[in-house]
Every structure is written in C-alpha cells, then in structure tokens.
C-alpha cells in the first residue's frame, strides 16, 4: 500500500467513548505513522465521505450503511475487545479484516481486580463507613498474604491480574478452557465439574475474567456457591451473564459468601432499586474497571503494528477476530492443493 495524498489512508470515526475524544485518539496515531494520512470524521458527512477512499477505519463501531461506502477499506479496528456489535458477515464478505483492542484495558482491570481483594481483605468498605459516621471504633480485619486466589480465564486480563498478584504471597488456580496449555498460575484447571468445585472449594477469592460463551453463561449458580466457602468474595470483572444475579444476592444474603465485588451485572445497567444496591459487603462499579487515560495510545500502537503489516503486504495481523472471504476461500483452496 502506497500513500497517496489527498486520500484518507486512515480514517477515526466520530463516537467517543469513555468520556474520551476520538480527536486525540486521531493525534495518537498519527504521531505513530507519520507518514500516513490521519483523517478524523466530525460529522456523519465526513464519515461517510472519508470511509469511501481509506484502507483502514477504526472506532467504537461501524454500521452497515457506513460500510456500504467503504471502496477501499481493508482492516476495520474496533476501540474495544468486544465485537460481538460489528456486523461481522457484512465485513467478511467485503474482504475486511477486523481486528479488536484486546488487551488495551488489561492492566486498569486487572488494578481494580486486585483493589477489590485488598478491600474486603483489610474490610476498608467497613473502615469507609465509620468513617462518613465520624466513628472511631476498631474493627477486625484478615490478611491477603497466604489467600487462595482462583482466576476463570487466562486471557490477557487474566493473565495481567496474575502477573501483579506476584508479591502478594498467594496461591493461584488458573481456569481455562485448554488447560494442557499451561499458564501462569500456579496450577491450571479446565471446566470439568469435579475439577472446577474442587477447586471453588478452598478459594478465598474468586475473580472472574473470562468472555461469556455457552460454558461460562452462569458459570457461577446455586450449585458452584453452595461450593465456595463462606469466607469467600467474588470478584466479576468479566461479563454479567457469568454469574446468576438472583442466586448471588441469596448467597450474600444468607451468608454462604462473604461479599462480592461487580463491574458488570445482569442486568446492566442494574436497576434502582435492585437488593445489590443496599447490601454493605458489596461493592458496584458501572463497568469501568478498563477505564485508562491511557486507552487510546494502546489502542494505536494496535493501530500502527497492523497497518505496517499491511503496508508490508503481509496478512499476519494481530488481534484478529474476523477474516475476509477472500482469505478464507485462499486457505481453502491451499488445503486443498496439499491433499
């Protein structure tokens, strides 16, 4: 691929996200491939005028009319690591490789993650409230050091929430869907039900980092609560769905676990109003555990490593969740030559 002026090599689609601008997001790969042409689209006008001659676009999303103008357009990059929004089929047949931001919001989460542990280990939600009720009274606390902490999904947060779990003196289970390839805890399980309560039942904290598929769409219910110990906080950093909302309030209620710690719920947004809200071992953030001022400079080093791929006429792309027609009938005819 060539640069030719006048043309948007590179075009940044109009929504923010994040309480973040797209017009820094534009400056952050542009200060990245300088010798690229860095085009931000302000209006629908723009957007539409600008995608009709670029290679790359990337944004919170791309509709199917936008993509309908796109002549040009060769790698879609999604702000985000969910894709599950794009019109995926429409991308693949107009030969558009999509690539996502996994990995971007790895190390805010996997911040939160640890911070929600080290909260109900020194109880400070307890400490916060004598304090708005000016109340100098002492309050037992335990300790993290020496704690079982068991993490579902090794992925790039996963792994992250494990890589800063050194230091802190604890055990690690791992959970994942492969686990004959290993990972960095200290032990590495899969799904199989004995193996999985197994280990809920010596875990003191249980995060959860791990995409919503059919295996882990209420992973955590009556059963798998009635496994963890009562001393046990679980921590969803993951999807709402992970974890069945009406049999966790009845276990925090009852005392089967200790306290919970949610980024995300089912429903989200939870509503005014839901038992969650009132209960005091439990903590609600509004899914922003991947919020970063950082965000957009990962996402356009993503940005960047992808586009001198495809200006070195290579297709060895990296955080590609989606494949163009074209390479897959290549592939195909490929396997087919080698039989």
């Known amino acids: 691929m060539t640069t030719k002026k006048g043309t948007a090599d590179i075009v940044v689609l109009r929504k923010n996200t994040e309480a973040l601008s797209t017009a820094s997001y534009a400056n952050c790969i542009q ?3 300088p010798n690229n042409i860095v085009h931000h689209a302000r209006t629908p006008t723009q957007e539409k005028e600008l995608i009709s001659t670029a290679t790359v676009a990337t944004g919170t999303g791309i509709s199917k009319e936008l993509l309908s103008y796109a002549e040009e357009l060769k790698l879609f990059i999604v702000a985000s690591s969910g894709y599950n929004h794009l019109p995926m089929k429409e991308l693949k047949n107009n030969n558009v490789t999509v690539i996502n931001g996994a990995g971007i919001h790895a190390p805010g989460i996997a911040e939160q993650a640890i911070g929600y542990c080290l909260m109900f280990a020194r109880r400070l939600n307890e400490g916060i409230e004598r304090h708005r009720n ?6 037992q606390a335990s300790e993290f050091n020496g704690s ?3 993490i579902v999904g090794l ?3 996963g792994s992250t929430i494990v890589d800063y779990l050194q230091g802190f003196n604890v055990n690690t289970i791992g959970v994942r869907y492969t686990p004959s390839k290993g990972g960095p805890t200290d032990s590495v399980i899969g799904f199989d039900e004995a193996e999985f309560h197994e280990a809920l039942s010596r875990t003191d904290y249980l995060i ?5 598929s059919e295996t882990t769409m209420n992973l955590i219910s009556e059963q798998e ?9 679980i921590i969803n950093v993951s999807r709402g769905g992970v974890v069945n909302t009406n049999h966790l309030v009845s276990a925090l209620q009852k005392g089967d676990v200790a306290a919970a710690a949610l980024d995300v719920t089912d429903p989200e947004p939870l509503p005014v109003g839901h038992p969650l809200w009132k209960m005091r071992n439990v903590l609600i953030t509004p899914h922003m555990g991947g919020h970063t001022p950082k965000h957009w400079d990962r996402l356009a080093d993503i940005v960047s490593k992808n586009v001198q791929t495809l200006e070195a006429g290579d297709n060895n792309f990296t955080n590609v969740v989606g494949r163009p027609k074209a390479n897959e ?3 195909s ?4 030559t080698k039989k």
Request: charged share 20%; no cysteine; aromatic share 6%.
């Open 31 to 33: 200060n990245r491939l």
């Open 134 to 139: 000016e109340e100098w009274r002492h309050y």
């Open 148 to 150: 079982t902490v068991t």
């Open 155 to 157: 992925g790039s947060i």
């Open 208 to 212: 959860l980092s791990t995409p919503l």
């Open 225 to 233: 609560l009635d496994t963890l110990p009562p001393r046990a906080v």
């Open 329 to 331: 009938n290549n592939r």
């Open 333 to 336: 005819t490929a396997a087919a």
